[in-house]
């Protein structure tokens, strides 16, 4: 799998929609990352999936 990078300018207007704090790009795992919420949200296409059900749950 290619690994795309993301705008900077689309990170920073992206947060997360738990708790709607700003979201760390991981571009290892094509994830951003919400600390807060402890949730790592897929990138799939270059597209941010910023759904709840979708995202996964990051362990301590």
């Known amino acids: ?3 795309r990078k ?3 300018k689309m ?3 992206l947060a997360c929609p738990v708790r709607k704090t ?3 790009y ?3 795992n094509q994830e951003l990352i ?4 402890k949730l790592a949200y897929p990138i799939r296409d270059g ?3 910023l759904l709840v059900e ?3 749950i990051l362990e301590d």
């Not at 919400?34 to 919420?37: D, E, L, T, V």
Request: glycine content about 4%; aromatic content about 0%; overall charge negative.
């Open 1 to 3: 799998m290619k690994k």
């Open 6 to 8: 993301i705008n900077p």
């Open 11 to 13: 990170l920073e207007l």
């Open 22 to 24: 700003g979201l760390e």
């Open 26 to 28: 991981d571009a290892e």
């Open 34 to 37: 919400s600390k807060s919420a």
């Open 47 to 49: 597209v941010p999936i």
């Open 54 to 56: 979708e995202a996964r």
